[in-house]
């Protein structure tokens, strides 16, 4: 089983319409894990059937008890974090604006805070749209520890992917460079790096790839949009030869990128051959990559 990891620098460089239509070209062969929890938006082009969903649980949040609150308010004056709030005759904890750093149970001398573990968001295993398995997440609303939600998406699709013998696992994972990309990077045997023609396009992709770096994994690029900054291009395409990055494909600005996820379809579901080809053309190339790799 190979796992394709989908990243970009910045976000709105296309990533996730690529690593959608790669989950469209593997088909069956592959089971797609949707690692971008922060901002998860490939169930709108995949229209996953949800077959199995949990609660993630990380950290820890604090619960007054009522019944042996005393209402001295010494929990509000020590929460740093303005969460304790007087409402209704009583205080209550706001769970959103709570850091779980324990110090008002620490306090409580009735013993009336207790701390337990918190409900960070949701995963789920489900069906898409083209019959392939897929894992993907949501992240609670103000919630912490996304590259451990990450984390969880890739090992339960590993675990599918291995159990259920498929070739591939492609994955779409988080923009920028923090712990949900390091995440989604670990395990993966091969990185596609998506970028624009723009000066924070080359910035961002700059930054990004320093990560990959490091984890001694190989990767390629597609440039989307390319036709609007030649110039930015072709320093981009100087950076890629300079880094030893494969260039995978180029993309033109095209109106049908934007038409195809109002339509809720991968670019090679909608009717614009145009676009077909140099998706196309960049898995062909990672599978010669990743078998030239092998030999």
């Known amino acids: 089983m190979k796992e394709i990891v989908v990243i970009s620098g910045k976000g709105g460089t296309g990533k996730t319409s690529i690593a959608a239509a790669f989950a469209t070209l593997v088909g069956v062969q592959g089971v797609i894990a949707d690692c971008d929890v922060d901002a998860a938006d490939m169930h709108l082009l995949l229209k996953p059937s949800i077959e199995l969903c949990e609660d993630f649980y990380s950290g820890e949040g604090a619960f007054i008890d009522p019944m042996e609150c005393r209402n001295c308010g010494g929990c509000a004056d020590v929460c740093r974090f303005d969460a304790i709030d007087f409402i209704g005759g009583r205080y209550v904890i706001n769970p ?28 789920y295993q489900s069906m898409s749209k083209h019959g392939a398995f897929m894992v993907h997440a949501k992240l609670g609303v103000g919630a912490e520890n996304s590259g451990k939600l990450v984390a969880k998406v890739k090992k339960e699709a ?29 395990g993966a045997h091969f990185v596609v790096l998506v970028t624009e023609p723009t000066p924070s396009g080359l910035h961002d992709l700059e930054r990004v790839h320093a990560v990959v ?18 110039e930015m291009c072709a320093r981009i395409k100087g950076f890629l030869e300079a880094e030893g990055i494969s260039l995978l494909a180029t993309i033109d600005f095209n109106p049908s990128f934007t038409k195809a996820m109002v339509m809720e379809q991968t670019i090679l579901e909608y009717d ?11 898995f062909q190339t990672i599978q010669h990559i990743l078998q030239e790799k092998k030999q």
């Not at 770096?213 to 030649?230: H, M, Q």
């Not at 614009?272 to 960049?282: F, G």
Request: glycine share 10%; net charge positive; with cysteine.
């Open 96 to 123: 959103i604006a709570c850091e779980g750093c324990g110090y008002c149970a620490r306090v409580c001398r009735p013993k009336a805070i207790a701390m337990s573990p918190k409900i960070s968001g949701q995963w």
């Open 158 to 186: 590993k675990t599918l992917a291995l159990r259920e013998e498929k070739a591939w696992m492609i994955v779409d994972g988080s923009p920028g460079i923090g712990c949900p990309v390091v995440s989604s990077l670990s």
């Open 213 to 230: 770096k490091r984890f001694g994994i190989p990767s390629g690029c597609i440039i989307n949009k390319a036709d609007l900054n030649e």
């Open 272 to 282: 614009d051959s145009s676009l077909h080809a140099p998706i196309q053309h960049a």
